[in-house]
Structures are given as C-alpha cells and as structure tokens.
C-alpha cells in the first residue's frame, strides 16, 4: 500500500529525531521513546490528510503535546531502578548534555518546551505559538523566564542572546 | 558560549538504541484506524438510534387523532376501500368508545355519536322482509370465496327467516356475519341518504352507485352493547327497492340472543372476521341479486 510505503519512508529517517526531541523535553529514554511512538501512530493514524512537507512539524507537535498533557495530569512517569544511584540528582554532573538536561529539568514543562522548540529546534516565536497553541505574547514569557531558570540551574554564568 | 548555543545542540546526545519498529508502529496505527472507523459507525447507528427512538417517544407523547378523524377501527380493518365518501359534512363525536379490559378484544378508540333513526322507518322484525334460505346459502358460499383460509359455519334462520347468521372462523377466533332484509319507498340513493346515520357513525359511509341505481353504502366498526364487541354494517339498496343489509360482527352467532350480563361466555375476536376490502366486496354481488 501506498499509504505504508510513504510512512514507512517517514518513520525510518525521523524516528529518531522524534525520540530526541522528546528526550529533551522529558529526559527520560524510556518515556521519550513512548512520547515518539505514539506519535507516529496518530500520524498513521492521519496519513492520509498529512502533507509530506508538513509530516515533521506535524509529529513534533504531537511529541511536546504529548509530554505538556503527561505533565499536566500529573502523570509523572515512575523510573523504577534495580539499584540506588551511586550519587544524588543534583550533583556529579560529567558529561555536559546530561548536566544541560538536568539543567532543563529544573524548567517547569511549559517554559521547557517553549526553549526546545525556539532554540533546539529553531522556530521563530510565531511557529513556536501555534504548535504550543498558545499566544506570542505567552511564548515570549514563557521562553524569558525558562531561560532565567534554566541559567540558574545550569550553574555557571553564561552569556545570553537576550542580554 | 551562550545558553543557547547550548541548547542548539541538546539533539546530539548519545542516546540508547531504539526499541520501537515499523511493524509495531504500523500494527497500531492499524488498530488505531479501524477503531476510528468503527466509531465513526457506532456514532451514525447511535444517531440513527436516537433519531427513531426520539421519534417514537414524540409520536407516543403527541395527543391522539380528533376523534371524528378515520382510522379509528382494529388494526387489522384496513381502509382499503376505493369507494367515495358520502359528501356530507362529518359530525362531532361526544364521547369515544374502548372495550373493557375484561372484554378481550382490541385496544381500539371509536368515536360515538348519536344513531339517526331514518326518518321512514324500515320494516324490520314482524314485518320485515323473508329472505330466500336459498340466496343467503348462496351469499354465504361467496363470503367462503372471499376468505377461502376461515371457516364458514352453518347459516341458521330466525325467525321465519328474517334474521340469518353463520359464523366466521379463524386462529384469531370466531366472528360472524348477520343478514337480514327490508322494503324501502322511493329511490335506492334517498333511501340511502336516508340512513345515512342509523349506525351511529360520526364520518360519512362510503358508497358505491351501481350502473343500475342499486347503491351500496359501507358504515364504519361501531360498538355493540353491552356485549362490548364490535360490528360493521353494509347496507345494500336495490333498485327493486329491497334493502339487504349484512354485518360483521366480532363475536359468535347466538351471542346476542344468549348474553346476558352475566353470562362470562361470550367470546371476542380481537378484530373482524372481514377486512374492509373483504367486506366490502359483498356489496356488488347482493346488489346483483347473485
């Protein structure tokens, strides 16, 4: 089927990208491989009326919709380990991605998701509004005070773009 | 580097394999698909569900038909009949007619309003009109004809064979026909006019002129008391100015000799033996002397 072929195409070049942009809103490889699969299953779910130039945008708006209706009903997602961890969260930070997604972490999900998609995906503050379904004024608040959090999470003064 | 250089490059992580596959992706999308259109379904039979069962609680929920309105006889009288009404204005019923519970027949409503006697009186009883045991065997036989799946009984006389009656069975139970015969003065179709009323009805009968005169009038299912059954009259005005009249009734032959109020064992038929159609049928054939 036609229908397939086309998705099937989709899914193999974007999945993974789908499960990292949901990594960087949760931080969790687990949940964020749930939030990019059902996803893709809405997206089948719509092939037909989706257009291929508009299938990317379309399966990242699900993913951040996904994860902010998670947050929202208070689901937090459980991480069950077999053992304790060898330090706290909060501290022994290595590797510079998991301390800036712990960092990120520490932003509520709405400011979480604003930064995500205005800086890790690019969008302008008009492509961010409408894929949060919200207003530009919301996206430009929401963006300034997740980035005064995340600066202070991220511990190290850093520069900023927006001085 | 600023914090949001930083984030630019939040994609490129080192990130665990992937354990989700086409397949799986693709079998519930499947799933997904199908139990749309499913619900696409079950919500058009919902509506159409609801719209029958909202239809049906409005017709229930409206008032009933005018009481002077047709259509108020069993279920199973059909008004089939292709016959004019009289062109008289109908009259207004003063109170409407339904069986006792006890009476075992059909629900039914029938409007009542007063019986006109006619205003030249038929010579019915004493001086009524002998018929021919003979040409009531014969009209028997034709009301076997007409309804060849009942069973037809015996056609008995009284008195003096004035009055005839045989019954008419089925499943449904036992109803029966009377006959019975008068002289009229003047023409069929004044005679007619003339007992336009007699049988209490509240709409006009319905009538059929033959080519020679002979008028056939067709009344509506009136009640019998206090039997609490049902009868219809079919009046037959010959050119050679005898009146036959014949009737459906929805109990037994004999029961209106037998009943009295205390007599349980008068028995009912839900309906009339004869349809509308049926019925109406006869008309012709007595008015042609067959």
């Given amino acids: ?163 | 580097m600023n914090i949001e250089d930083e984030l630019r490059g939040a994609l490129d992580v080192s990130a665990p394999p992937p354990t989700t596959t086409l397949d799986h992706v693709l079998k519930r999308g499947r799933r997904r698909v199908f139990a749309q259109r499913a619900g696409a379904v079950l919500g058009v039979f919902a509506v159409v569900a609801g719209i029958g069962i909202g239809a049906t609680t409005l017709n229930q929920a409206a008032p009933p038909e005018p009481a002077d309105q047709p259509n108020h006889g069993p279920a199973t009288v059909e008004h089939s009949v292709g016959w004019p009404r009289v062109n008289t204005p109908a009259r207004t019923p003063y109170g409407t007619w339904t069986p006792t519970a006890s009476a075992g027949g059909a629900a039914i409503n029938i409007p009542l309003c007063t019986v006109k006697a006619p205003s030249v009186p038929r010579e019915r009883g004493l001086g009524a009109q002998p018929l021919a045991p003979e040409l009531v065997a014969k009209w028997r036989d034709q009301v076997q004809k007409l309804v060849p799946e009942m069973t037809i009984g015996t056609v008995t006389g009284f008195p003096s064979n004035v009055f005839f009656e045989f019954d008419v069975s089925d499943s449904s139970g036992t109803g029966s026909v009377m006959v019975w015969a008068a002289r009229f003065a003047g023409t069929p179709q004044a005679s007619a006019d003339d007992g336009l009323w007699e049988t209490g009805d509240c709409e006009p009968a319905r009538r059929l002129v033959q080519p020679d005169g002979s008028v056939v009038q067709l009344h509506a299912v009136r009640p019998v008391e206090p039997l609490q059954a049902i009868r219809q009259a079919l009046a037959v005005y010959r050119k050679d100015g005898l009146l036959i009249q014949i009737e459906q009734r929805n109990h037994r032959s004999g029961d209106v000799a037998a009943h009295n109020p205390a007599n349980p064992d008068v028995t009912r038929r839900p309906t009339l033996p004869l349809t509308d159609e049926q019925f109406s049928r006869l008309g012709p054939i007595i008015a042609e002397g067959v």
């Fill in chain 1, 1 to 163: 089927m036609r229908r397939d072929e086309e998705f099937s195409e989709f899914f193999t070049s974007r999945f993974d990208w789908a499960r990292r942009t949901a990594y960087a809103l949760c931080a969790d490889w687990s949940e964020a491989e749930e939030l990019a699969q059902n996803a893709f299953v809405k997206a089948y779910a719509k092939w037909p009326s989706i257009r291929r130039e508009t299938a990317e945008g379309y399966v990242r708006t699900i993913v951040t919709r996904l994860f902010l209706d998670s947050r929202r009903r208070g689901r937090e997602r459980e991480r069950p380990v077999a053992d304790l961890p060898e330090h706290g969260v909060s501290g022994g930070f290595t590797d510079p991605d998991a301390r800036l997604n712990a960092a990120l972490q520490q932003v509520a999900p709405k400011q979480r998701a604003a930064l995500v998609l205005r800086f890790v995906h690019d969008l302008s503050i008009e492509q961010t509004a409408a894929e949060l379904g919200c207003s530009v004024g919301n996206v430009k608040s929401q963006t300034a005070r997740g980035l005064a959090t995340l600066r202070e999470a991220y511990g190290e003064p850093v520069n900023s773009e927006c001085g």
